[in-house]
């Protein structure tokens, strides 16, 4: 082949492999489906940090059953408890970034920075919808020989250690919850690690420990039940759902704290994605269904979407670095 036939070819196949560049470019510019144009194609798993029964675990299957209806793909809950939130988080933060493992996270994951040995940046998450908000309360067995609040601290202040108070994990939301109103009534409690509010609520019940700071909600059906008694809520006004149980605050004691709940993906996981989850999780949220779901269990009711989100927990982070380093908790 002559110099200029083979110059001739080169220019040829030059031409040709730039047209179907430029194709290919131009069909994923306009023709080829984004990210999340077909999501979902397959099951989505929501991972719990706790153990079944509890209210993250109970809010999270409802919410999954409604969002499983809106994408028309399986939602499924698998509960992965273990270090307080922290195995679960974990796995949530390790995920592929598909939009197929998702995750709720708590203002657990955020305290856990400062309360325990081990901890996963929030940062590694990326916040989808925050769906509720619940107080911490004080409840103890039945026959437990506290009438009110201020019998049950009188008592433990002057048996310095002896009233043990279940939690749903070491350096956790409850943990805390209890050593920030001990710090604040000068009672000294020991704090019973459990994998969930729910084993926490069991052991009060069975007399394992004498009390436990989760919330009101969580406890509700072994309230209902006969088994356990409230003493007091840590909100500003009393739940509606128990409306004969006074606030802290009503008592003298000046004590308000409690718990969010978000659901997120790990980081980098793309933004249509994201918002297309944003969306069901939403509808989910102000569905009738679900509403009457958390006024019957006395769950809060709160939202806040990605970006309100982000900028909670990082509010959190700030407000949780002052308070929580002076509570005296011993790292796990």
């Excluded at 128990?242 to 000046?254: M, R």
């Excluded at 269990?297 to 959190?316: I, T």
């Amino acid at each position: 082949m002559s110099r200029g036939n083979k110059i001739q070819s080169a220019a040829h196949f030059i031409r040709t492999r730039t047209v179907l560049i430029l194709g290919i470019g131009f069909l994923l510019l306009t023709g080829a489906p984004s990210a999340g144009a077909a999501y979902p194609e397959k099951e989505i798993t929501i991972i719990v940090p706790w153990a079944a029964g509890g209210g993250t675990d109970l809010i999270a299957r409802f919410m999954a059953d409604l969002m499983e209806k809106d994408l028309g793909k399986p939602v499924v809950v698998v509960n992965k408890p273990g270090g307080g939130g922290l195995v679960g988080f974990k796995q949530i933060a390790a995920a592929q970034p598909d939009g197929y493992t998702l995750g709720i996270t708590t203002n657990s994951q955020i305290l856990q920075k400062y309360s325990a040995s081990s901890y996963q940046d929030w940062r590694e998450m990326a916040p989808i919808a925050l769906h509720n908000y619940d107080p911490s309360g004080f409840t103890v067995k039945t026959e437990a020989p506290w009438k009110n609040i201020t019998e049950a601290l009188d008592w433990a202040k002057a048996n310095p250690a002896k009233m043990r108070v279940a939690n749903s994990g070491p350096g956790a939301i409850w943990h805390v919850a209890a050593a920030l109103l001990g710090s604040k009534t000068g009672v000294q409690f020991t704090h019973v690690p459990y994998a969930g509010a729910n084993p926490a609520s069991v052991a009060v019940a069975g007399g394992h420990v004498e009390a436990t700071s989760v919330s009101p909600a969580e406890v509700g059906t072994l309230v209902r039940g006969g088994k356990l008694r409230i003493l007091a809520i840590a909100s500003e006004k009393r739940e509606p759902l128990f409306p004969d149980v006074p606030t802290f605050k009503e008592s003298g004691i000046d004590f308000a704290f409690g718990v969010w709940r978000c659901l997120v993906g790990p980081k980098n996981t793309p933004k249509e994605i994201i918002s297309k989850l944003e969306v069901s999780a939403k509808k989910a949220v102000n569905d009738p269904k679900f509403k009457d779901f958390m006024t019957k269990n006395g769950f809060g009711q709160a939202y806040l979407g990605p970006a309100e989100s982000v900028a909670l927990m990082a509010q959190d982070e700030k407000d949780f670095e002052k308070i929580v380093p002076g509570l005296g908790l011993k790292k796990n």
